[in-house]
């Protein structure tokens, strides 16, 4: 038996995520470094990301800061990467709005960055024939898209569930060129993005008491099921969604 057989490594793969900076995107490019890939993060903040970078286990990896609402940082990022073979869509913000808050500014700025900017970013990517042979695109949604409605987070969720949508008919358009496109539902995480947002501590340890396992997941949780995704093992997987979380939405 070969004891190093493993159809869930990244050995020999380069792989973009963005929205590297912190959370999710962070702790996936780390775990997709210490299974082997080559790791290109991108992210706004360059001091947060310089510090993911320098967590990256192995070599090969590469750092581009870029804002992926800005359109020229867009195409300087899609034009700097060699082809790959995968990407993870990681970046991301979210916002506690209520409905008669909810204006088409607010609208504008949440799907600018969770919506439009990932489904440019794709596009780009697949036009500029960046995305490899058998190669696999990963999004991070969310439960709150189409599976979890809380309130407050109506403008968030529509951004989420306009983004499976998406990534459902990407799926099929590019299927015939073999990348594959899914996406993950995490429930809540524990991110920063957590722990600024507008609860109070009692309010989010009662909300955590909601879940069925009794906790809410960590960001390597999520990486692990972005990995498999990523991996040789998910070679028949594509057009779903993946969700991660603890049991909420039972």
């Known amino acids: 038996m070969n004891t190093c057989y493993n159809p869930y490594s990244l050995e020999g793969k380069k792989i973009l995520v963005t929205g590297a900076s912190s959370g999710i995107g962070k702790a996936t490019a780390i775990e997709c470094s210490k299974l082997e890939a080559s790791v290109i993060v991108t992210g706004r903040n360059e001091e947060r990301l310089k510090a993911t970078y320098d967590q990256l286990v192995g070599e090969g990896h590469a750092m581009i800061v870029a804002d992926l ?7 300087s990022l899609v034009k700097g990467i060699e082809t790959l073979d ?10 506690s709005i209520p409905v008669q ?6 609208f504008d ?4 960055t969770n919506f439009l900017a990932t489904a440019e970013l ?8 960046k995305m490899g042979k058998e190669s696999s695109v990963v999004a991070i949604s969310s439960i709150g898209g189409n599976y ?14 306009a983004l499976s949508s998406w990534m459902k008919f ?26 600024a947002g507008t609860l109070t501590d009692e309010q989010l340890a009662a909300d955590e008491a909601r879940y069925p396992l009794g906790r809410y997941g960590n960001p390597e949780e999520i990486a692990w099921a972005v990995i498999y995704l990523l991996s040789d093992a998910a070679k028949w997987i594509t057009g779903t969604d993946i969700v991660i979380d603890g049991g909420i939405t039972i």
């Open 69 to 75: 609402t800005d359109e020229e940082h867009m195409k």
């Open 86 to 95: 995968g990407v993870v869509l990681c970046a991301g913000i979210a916002n």
């Open 170 to 195: 990407a799926a099929l358009e590019l299927a015939p060129k073999k990348i594959r496109v899914n996406c993950v539902c995490p429930g809540m995480t524990r991110t920063s993005m957590t722990a």
């Open 109 to 112: 700025e949440i799907f600018a």
């Open 122 to 129: 794709l596009r780009l990517l697949v036009k500029g024939k």
């Open 148 to 161: 979890s409605f809380d309130i407050g987070n109506g403008v968030y969720g529509a951004s989420k569930a």
């Open 101 to 106: 808050f909810a204006t088409k500014k607010k």
